[in-house]
């Protein structure tokens, strides 16, 4: 899979006082990227939580701000993997304005594997390496 | 203690493009008001999720919203019981432009006690029962 | 148009440390809800805000929490008018786990119709009055 | 001004399932520290926004996560000023466990000063240098 794209609506909740969408809410649409990808990859990010007692926990994230996101706008988000191996994960991320060409924000959030209960690192087992590496 | 007040600024986050505060962002200032509330009775609330392996869990909020509070305000919110026994407790809030006599909202939340591992209600053991009853 | 249905699924940055979600994005869910309504009336309420000049501003919202949604749940929005005249409208919703008879909140909001640049009360011009009355 | 510190306490809408602080929310603690920083070298940012007419518009953000925050959390954002000229700031923070070395997260973000009315690129009027540069 090069890349993964999923749609959302900006909400009214996410603009500030400039009119625009505040910049943390594009952190947040970078996780709804992420686990879109992980579902479409065939892996709920639930099910990985649950049944491998691991998080994916965020060591690094980076956004760039090109245009402004404005209320109501339907916002593509293309994920890809950009660097992994069973110990950590690169995501990367383009938002554009559905549609069109307009690249709203990219950037990337790293990741390393956890286990749920220690918070310490683990490395990724076999069975979901296909999803990752 | 008839009330406790805790103050708050505004954060930029917390507005949206009405140039005001988003409506949503006065129960997370309740949920502050409440936890200083039990901070001042003598009960860190994390304390209490981790030693009583317990939550309080919202089961009913209301807000009026009667003037809008903007960007850097400082806010002061009034915090009280208002009707509790060993099974639930609802707080009542009271949020004012500070220094001032201007009433921005006032609401209520209503909680029952839980047990943190089944998430079913549990009545509040007796060592605890000064700081809600 | 009895009720509008819409569907949302559950991030990750909405829940809490219970490990369901936080109460105060039930409010934010509301506002989904609404703006379908309104899209699905015919009405974007971007603009709304634009054409109009007016903001349907929040005077109260309640919610009240049935059952806890869940990081990754997908969530059916049942928005409806409940009552409205020029001055106000007040819209009810109902969030159930999606595919289920599962009711997690219910709820309402009442807003007042303002004019965006005073942000005083003002009536909702005729040709916006079948969609809310 | 080498650096400013500002305190914050953090609250349990800003958890997230896995029990620590949800990424997105450093970034609004960062606006915190910034905010915080200007108002102790003499500006309110919100006279800023409203007496020059001007936006600080984030145009990158970068946070890289050490130690995970925890709810009730005392946090000390230390914020200074990078790097800076007419056109654009740069404000790097570190967000420590109040009270001791624990670095939780560290990063920076980056400013363009942009006309309220346009959104467009405008250089800081002289009488702000002084905060700035």
């Known amino acids: ?25 594009y952190l947040v649409w970078m996780e709804v990227g992420r686990v879109e990808y992980c579902r479409a990859a065939g892996l709920a990010y639930r099910d990985f939580e649950r049944d491998a007692g691991m998080h994916m926990a965020v060591v690094e994230a980076n956004c760039r701000y090109r245009l402004p996101a404005r209320y109501d706008d339907l916002v593509s988000v293309r994920t890809r993997i950009r660097e992994s191996n069973p110990r950590m994960v690169v995501f990367g991320y383009e938002m554009l304005l559905d549609g069109s060409d307009s690249l709203l924000a990219d950037g990337f959030t790293r990741h390393v594997f956890l286990d749920a209960r220690s918070l310490k690192p683990r490395k990724l087992p076999e069975n979901y390496r296909h999803i990752f590496i």
């Open 1 to 25: 899979m090069e890349f993964h794209e999923t749609r959302l609506r900006v909400r009214y909740a996410e603009t500030d006082q400039m009119g625009i969408v505040y910049h943390a809410n």
